[in-house]
C-alpha cells in the first residue's frame, strides 16, 4: 500500500467539525474516564476537578483551505504514523523500508512547521540525522516501533517543550540511532587542529 | 589493569563529538581500564570550556537566525587577546568551513533552516551530553563542595545559560588542604613547567603554584583553581591510575614529574 492511500486529515477533520454541537449534550455518569470516540473528547471525572480532554484532531480543526502549520503538522505526522503502522506490520524488509522512507520524505515537511515548537523541531530533526547517519542503512524493527510510538507522542502533544522532545532524541539514541550531526564533532576538532 | 581518571578532553570526547573519531577512540580506550573515574573537576572545566561554546554557538543562532551570519560572527572572534579560548578555537572551525564551502547537512537548503536545524541539534546535545556525564564512567570522583554542579537553563526566550560556570567566590577551594599539604608534589609539579614557556596557561599554571608553595596561609581562591587547571590532574591522580587525556603535551611531564602516568586513548 502506499502512504497516499492513506489520507484522514480534512475529511476527518471535517467530520469532526461537523459534530461539534454533541459536545455539549455528552452524558457523565460515572467516576471512570469515560472516551467519546465518535466527538474526540474524553472525561476526567473526579469530583470538582473535572477535567476534559480534547482530541488533537479536534482541538485544531481545520477550516477548508486551511493552511495553519499545525493543522499540516498534524496532517504528515498521521500520514507518517500510517506509514510505520504498515513497515511494523510488514513481513517482507523491502516493503516494511519502503514505509519508512516514506518517513524520511515527510521530515523537511515536517520541519517546515518547526514554529509550533522546539521540542518539535528537535524530535524532527533528530530523526533526520539518525537517517542520514544509518546511510541508508534500513531501520531494524525495535527502531521502527521506536520511531511510531515517538511520532504518537508527538501528534498528542505537538507543542511539547525542547526537554520533553530531548526525551524522545534519547529514547531513539537508546535504540541505537544516532541523533547528532557529525558535522558537531568535526567542528570541535577541526578547531583543535587549527589550534 | 590500572585504572583510568578521565580529563576533560576526554570527556569531552565522549560527550560532544558523536560520530568523530576521537569519540569512537575514546569510546574504545575505556575498556582498556579496569575503573574509569570521572573528577568532578573534568565537569567543570568541560561545562565552562566546550559547552558554554556549543550554547554560545546555539544562542548566536538563535539571535540571527543565520547559519552563514553565526559563521561571519564566530569568525570574527579570531582575535589576538582571545588566543587559547575555545571560541577561538571555534572561529578558526568556523574560516575553515567557510573557506571549503562545505554545508551543514542539515534539514533544508535556506540559511535560516540550516541555522534552525544546527541550534536545534546544538540544544539536543548540550542537554542530553549533560544528562549523560555522570553515567559513562564507573566512577564519579573527587568531588567538589564549593562547586554548584548546576544544569543548563534555557530561559524563556530560548537562550542558554550556563551559569554558574565557575565555584563560589565567597569561600576557599575545597582542593586547598590537600594541594597545601604536599609541598613537594607542588614543587615537582612547578618544576614540570618550562620556566620560559611563552604560553599564557603555563604562565599562569606556574605563579599559581608559586603561590601555593610561598604563601600557604594564603587563601586559594577560584581563579587559582582555575589556573592550576592541567596540574590538579596530576596531583589528584590516584596513584594506581593514568591520567587519559588527549593532551600528552601538557599532562605527561606533569604526571611523570610526580610518579605517574599519562595516557592517550
Same mark, same amino acid.
Given at each position: 500500500?502506499? *502512504?497516499?492511500?492513506?489520507?484522514?486529515?480534512?475529511?476527518?477533520?471535517?467530520?469532526?467539525?461537523?459534530?461539534?454541537?454533541?459536545?455539549?449534550?455528552?452524558?457523565?455518569?460515572?467516576?471512570?474516564?469515560?472516551?467519546?470516540?465518535?466527538?474526540?473528547?474524553?472525561?476526567?471525572?473526579?469530583?470538582?476537578?473535572?477535567?476534559?480532554?480534547?482530541?488533537?484532531?479536534?482541538?485544531?480543526?481545520?477550516?477548508?483551505?486551511?493552511?495553519?502549520?499545525?493543522?499540516?503538522?498534524?496532517?504528515?505526522?498521521?500520514?507518517?504514523?500510517?506509514?510505520?503502522?504498515?513497515?511494523?506490520?510488514?513481513?517482507?524488509?523491502?516493503?516494511? *523500508?519502503?514505509?519508512?522512507?516514506?518517513?524520511?520524505?515527510?521530515?523537511?515537511?515536517?520541519?517546515?512547521?518547526?514554529?509550533?515548537? *522546539?521540542?518539535?523541531?528537535?524530535?524532527?530533526?533528530?530523526?533526520?540525522?539518525?537517517?542520514?547517519?544509518?546511510?541508508?542503512?534500513?531501520?531494524?524493527?525495535?527502531?521502527?516501533?521506536?520511531?511510531?510510538?515517538?511520532?504518537?507522542?508527538?501528534?498528542?502533544?505537538?507543542?511539547?517543550?525542547?526537554?520533553?522532545?530531548?526525551?524522545?532524541?534519547?529514547?531513539?539514541?537508546?535504540?541505537?540511532?544516532?541523533?547528532?550531526?557529525?558535522?558537531?564533532?568535526?567542528?570541535?576538532?577541526?578547531?583543535?587542529?587549527?589550534? | 589493569?590500572?585504572?583510568?581518571?578521565?580529563?576533560?578532553?576526554?570527556?569531552?570526547?565522549?560527550?560532544?563529538?558523536?560520530?568523530? %573519531?576521537?569519540?569512537? %577512540?575514546?569510546?574504545?580506550?575505556?575498556?582498556?581500564?579496569?575503573?574509569?573515574?570521572?573528577?568532578?573537576?573534568?565537569?567543570?572545566?568541560?561545562?565552562?570550556?566546550?559547552?558554554?561554546?556549543?550554547?554560545?554557538?546555539?544562542?548566536?543562532?538563535?539571535?540571527?537566525?543565520?547559519?552563514?551570519?553565526?559563521?561571519?560572527?564566530?569568525?570574527?572572534?579570531?582575535?589576538?587577546?582571545?588566543?587559547?579560548?575555545?571560541?577561538?578555537?571555534?572561529?578558526?572551525?568556523?574560516?575553515?568551513?567557510?573557506?571549503?564551502?562545505?554545508?551543514?547537512?542539515?534539514?533544508?537548503?535556506?540559511?535560516?533552516?540550516?541555522?534552525?536545524?544546527?541550534?536545534?541539534?546544538?540544544?539536543?546535545?548540550?542537554?542530553?551530553?549533560?544528562?549523560? %556525564?555522570?553515567?559513562?564512567?564507573?566512577?564519579?570522583?573527587?568531588?567538589?563542595?564549593?562547586?554548584?554542579?548546576?544544569?543548563?537553563?534555557?530561559?524563556?526566550?530560548?537562550?542558554?545559560?550556563?551559569?554558574?560556570?565557575?565555584?563560589?567566590?565567597?569561600?576557599?577551594?575545597?582542593?586547598?588542604?590537600?594541594?597545601?599539604?604536599?609541598?613537594?608534589?607542588?614543587?615537582?609539579?612547578?618544576?614540570?613547567?618550562?620556566?620560559?614557556?611563552?604560553?599564557?596557561?603555563?604562565?599562569?599554571?606556574?605563579?599559581?603554584?608559586?603561590?601555593?608553595?610561598?604563601?600557604?596561609?594564603?587563601?586559594?581562591?577560584?581563579?587559582?583553581? %582555575?589556573?592550576?587547571?592541567?596540574?590538579?590532574?596530576?596531583?589528584?591522580?590516584?596513584?594506581?591510575?593514568?591520567?587519559?587525556?588527549?593532551?600528552?603535551?601538557?599532562?605527561?611531564?606533569?604526571?611523570?614529574?610526580?610518579?605517574?602516568?599519562?595516557?592517550?586513548?
Amino acid at each position: 500500500m502506499n *502512504d497516499t492511500a492513506i489520507n484522514i486529515p480534512q475529511k476527518r477533520i471535517h467530520e469532526i467539525v461537523r459534530q461539534s454541537e454533541e459536545t455539549t449534550t455528552l452524558p457523565i455518569s460515572s467516576d471512570e474516564s469515560t472516551f467519546a470516540a465518535a466527538s474526540g473528547i474524553s472525561f476526567d471525572t473526579v469530583g470538582a476537578t473535572a477535567r476534559a480532554s480534547i482530541d488533537i484532531d479536534r482541538l485544531y480543526e481545520a477550516a477548508p483551505g486551511s493552511t495553519s502549520q499545525m493543522i499540516r503538522a498534524l496532517e504528515l505526522l498521521k500520514q507518517s504514523i500510517d506509514s510505520l503502522s504498515e513497515a511494523r506490520k510488514s513481513e517482507s524488509p523491502m516493503d516494511s *523500508d519502503r514505509n519508512v522512507q516514506n518517513v524520511q520524505l515527510a521530515l523537511p515537511k515536517l520541519f517546515a512547521c518547526r514554529s509550533i515548537g *522546539d521540542g518539535f523541531g528537535v524530535i524532527i530533526n533528530s530523526l533526520h540525522f539518525a537517517f542520514a547517519n544509518l546511510q541508508g542503512t534500513p531501520l531494524t524493527s525495535e527502531q521502527v516501533s521506536a520511531v511510531w510510538r515517538i511520532l504518537r507522542e508527538l501528534r498528542t502533544r505537538p507543542a511539547m517543550s525542547l526537554e520533553q522532545g530531548v526525551l524522545h532524541a534519547e529514547e531513539l539514541e537508546n535504540c541505537g540511532l544516532e541523533v547528532d550531526p557529525c558535522d558537531l564533532g568535526d567542528l570541535l576538532e577541526r578547531s583543535e587542529s587549527a589550534e | 589493569m590500572s585504572d583510568a581518571y578521565i580529563e576533560t578532553t576526554v570527556l569531552t570526547d565522549i560527550l560532544v563529538k558523536p560520530g568523530s %573519531r576521537k569519540h569512537q %577512540r575514546a569510546t574504545a580506550a575505556f575498556k582498556r581500564y579496569e575503573n574509569t573515574l570521572l573528577p568532578v573537576y573534568s565537569i567543570k572545566e568541560w561545562k565552562a570550556g566546550p559547552l558554554d561554546t556549543f550554547a554560545y554557538l546555539h544562542n548566536k543562532l538563535l539571535f540571527t537566525k543565520s547559519y552563514s551570519q553565526t559563521l561571519n560572527a564566530v569568525s570574527a572572534l579570531t582575535r589576538p587577546y582571545q588566543k587559547s579560548t575555545s571560541i577561538e578555537a571555534l572561529a578558526a572551525a568556523a574560516t575553515t568551513l567557510k573557506a571549503s564551502q562545505k554545508r551543514f547537512a542539515g534539514l533544508g537548503g535556506h540559511d535560516d533552516e540550516m541555522a534552525d536545524s544546527f541550534r536545534l541539534a546544538l540544544a539536543s546535545l548540550i542537554i542530553r551530553s549533560w544528562r549523560k %556525564r555522570r553515567n559513562i564512567t564507573t566512577r564519579v570522583v573527587d568531588e567538589l563542595p564549593c562547586y554548584v554542579e548546576a544544569a543548563p537553563r534555557v530561559g524563556k526566550d530560548g537562550y542558554f545559560d550556563l551559569k554558574p560556570k565557575e565555584c563560589a567566590g565567597d569561600q576557599e577551594c575545597c582542593l586547598a588542604p590537600q594541594l597545601k599539604s604536599q609541598t613537594k608534589l607542588l614543587e615537582a609539579l612547578l618544576g614540570a613547567i618550562p620556566k620560559n614557556s611563552g604560553r599564557r596557561e603555563d604562565q599562569k599554571r606556574r605563579q599559581a603554584l608559586k603561590r601555593l608553595i610561598k604563601h600557604p596561609n594564603q587563601i586559594m581562591d577560584r581563579e587559582m583553581c %582555575r589556573d592550576l587547571g592541567d596540574a590538579i590532574f596530576a596531583f589528584f591522580c590516584p596513584k594506581t591510575a593514568v591520567v587519559l587525556t588527549t593532551n600528552l603535551r601538557d599532562h605527561a611531564a606533569l604526571a611523570l614529574s610526580v610518579g605517574k602516568k599519562a595516557e592517550k586513548p
